[in-house]
């Protein structure tokens, strides 16, 4: 009965990725049947016709359906996903990543999740039993334990993956907290699911898996890492 | 209350009890000044340790790769485009492949 009642917004922030919205929106629609749902692509101008895939996409599925709510260029991903919000109807928000690493056969299991427990916040999470990751080399792997013993050690943050971005907020959840994200980049997620803590909103999580593009924009260099830290000292002097 | 203020709680309550123990007669205790070392190297090593035994259980799962790769094969033969290494012929094989492919 509730679930009937419960209408999902689906936030997909694209660029450039023309095969994957198509792919992505293709198994939303699959794995979605019962639930109500549109999807808000978010596209930043991306010169290889991602937007003309998605309006031949609203054609198939309906302009109710599939939103395309496109910005002039890349202007960020928190911005992103505040110009979605603006335009999303229904009351729990979904973001996920267009580049099929988040797969949406684990959207129903992040729904039922939402409504057994009522979870403000349900995140999924690589690092549990169910969950996992394929695609990272050894150094990869290293930096990202890494860097979750140090989030776990001096935020103690409540969720055991920080960094993931396949989520699901009730809308003014997800409201509240954005106005108050200042991060960019990677640290921005982070930032995202350690204020909803503070703020003492109800987390719940679900295992996920990633598998990362084998040939795609994955990389993390020094630069990364040294923006990580500094994340990691600005939320634990702010937070 | 910042986290930052509960995180020193921590450090500041082990300063004092070290300060504590320093103030008494130096041959009651007479290591007490090596304790802070102790301490650093303690907590060196269990971040070390959980980043190991994090290296060791990190879950891993090939299987979904795979089955990624069956579910782009099946729907929308992109089986060789989407892995493909060069941008240019990707996009270029791709779009070929779509068109061809009953897709949408």
Not at chain 1, 56 to 81: F, I, M, N, S
């Amino acid at each position: 009965m509730e679930k009937e009642k419960n209408k999902y917004s689906i936030i997909v922030p694209t660029y450039n990725e023309h095969i994957n919205i198509a792919l992505i929106i293709y198994l939303i629609f699959k794995h979605l049947q019962d639930v109500d749902f549109e999807i808000i692509v978010v596209d930043d101008g991306s010169p290889d016709g991602t937007q003309d895939v998605v309006k031949q996409l609203q054609q198939v599925y309906g302009e109710d359906r599939v939103l395309l709510r496109p910005r002039p260029k890349k202007l960020g991903l928190g911005t992103a996903y505040i110009h979605g919000l603006k335009h999303a109807s229904g009351n729990f928000v979904v973001i996920m990543d267009a580049d099929l690493s988040h797969h949406p056969k684990y959207l129903p299991s992040f729904i039922k999740k939402q409504l057994e427990t009522g979870a403000s916040i349900v995140t999924g999470t690589r690092y549990v039993k169910g969950g996992g990751v394929h695609g990272w080399n050894l150094m990869r792997k290293l930096t990202s334990r890494g860097a979750n013993v140090l989030a776990q050690t001096f935020l103690w943050p409540g969720v055991s993956d920080l960094t993931g971005s396949f989520r699901l907020y009730k809308k003014s959840v997800l409201e509240d907290i954005i106005s108050s994200v200042v991060s960019k980049g990677y640290v921005f997620q982070m930032e995202m699911i350690v204020r909803a803590s503070r703020k003492g909103y109800h987390i719940e999580e679900v295992p996920i898996t990633f598998v990362d593009r084998v040939y795609g924009s994955s990389k993390l260099g020094g630069s990364e890492i040294v923006e990580y830290l500094k994340g990691l000292a600005y939320l634990l002097v702010t937070t | 209350m910042k986290h930052i203020v509960k995180i020193m709680t921590l450090p500041l309550a082990i300063s004092a009890f070290w300060i504590g123990l320093a103030s008494i007669n130096r041959s009651t205790y007479p290591y007490t000044w090596l304790l802070p070392i102790y301490f650093i190297v303690s907590l060196g090593c269990y971040g070390l340790l959980m980043v190991g035994v994090g290296l060791m259980q990190f879950p891993t799962c090939p299987q979904e790769a795979l089955l990624l790769r069956q579910v782009l094969h099946r729907s929308f033969c992109l089986d060789d485009c989407y892995w493909l290494p060069f941008s240019n012929f990707f996009s270029f094989s791709c779009f070929y492949k779509l068109s061809t492919c009953s897709f949408v």
